[in-house]
């Protein structure tokens, strides 16, 4: 019971990355604020913890809309008290080649994965620097933000940005015990990427031949080190975005498989 009776506000909740991750940290004793743009798809993550035991609710949630992330938080806040950490999943993606992108495509996943993400980091850094007792805000980002890839100019884009983003808010927030760190996933086996497997749109084989650990993590596998970033054993760990890709961006080789290049 690592995070036991701490409140955990998860924005993009109803994902799968997002249920991952809130049904470790309700395992863990965290008070769970699921939240996402859908509500049915929040409330069905929330239904997963409550018939488990837990304490959660959930909420619909744009985070680019202010007012609305200030009076969901002002909710949370008068039901629970101060959230103790925060967990930024919501986010999305363009694919299309650059050319034929539009400037309100490239603009719209910039604000949702960037600009949400602050408002929903400040939002949460003014309540706990009202506290004083500090906490952990963890942005989720992806090994896209450390390269180019085709059709995904926005994504990479804005993947990069959130790196330097929490390295940002870290060294501003670090005197007030607000810890902020990344999470950068690889490609992981979601129902989308799944999906696209079966479909044949993407040659999986491919990408876990390029894997030095030999598979695509799992949900569990990034839920997993979101909760390490929320938790006291992360206490002296701040501005840091930890890549949770079985050691994709490590390998450098000319390709196959890396322990024979």
């Not at 790196?163 to 007030?176: H, Q, R």
């Amino acid at each position: 019971m690592r995070l036991k009776d701490r409140v955990v506000i998860i924005t993009g909740g109803g994902g799968d990355i997002g249920t991952a991750t809130s049904l470790v940290f309700a395992r863990e004793g965290a008070i769970v604020v699921v939240t996402d743009s859908r509500a049915d798809m929040a409330e069905r993550t929330a239904k997963l913890i409550r018939d488990g035991g837990g304490r959660v609710t959930s909420f619909g949630l744009d985070v680019l809309d202010e007012a609305a992330v200030e009076r969901t938080f002002d909710a949370v806040f008068e039901r629970f008290g101060c959230p103790d950490i925060l967990v930024n999943l919501a986010g999305d993606t363009v694919i299309k080649k650059s050319v034929d992108m539009s400037v309100e495509e490239f603009d719209r996943i910039l604000r949702l994965n960037v600009t949400g993400q602050f408002i929903t980091a400040r939002s949460v850094a003014r309540r706990m620097l009202t506290r004083g007792q500090g906490g952990a805000i963890i942005n989720i980002g992806s090994i896209l933000g450390y390269g180019g890839t085709p059709r995904r100019a926005g994504y990479t884009s804005s993947r990069g940005a959130i790196i330097n983003l929490t390295k940002t808010l870290a060294v501003e927030w670090a005197l007030d015990g607000i810890r902020v760190n990344c999470v950068a996933p690889g490609w992981t086996m979601t129902k989308a990427l799944r999906a696209a497997v079966e479909s044949g749109g993407l040659n999986v084989d491919a990408l876990i031949e390029r894997t030095p650990m030999g598979r695509l993590p799992e949900v569990e596998d990034i839920a997993n080190a979101v909760l390490f970033l929320a938790s006291d054993e992360s206490s002296m760990i701040t501005g840091h975005t930890i890549p949770i890709d079985g050691g994709v961006t490590a390998y450098m080789g000319i390709g196959g498989k890396p322990s024979h290049a």
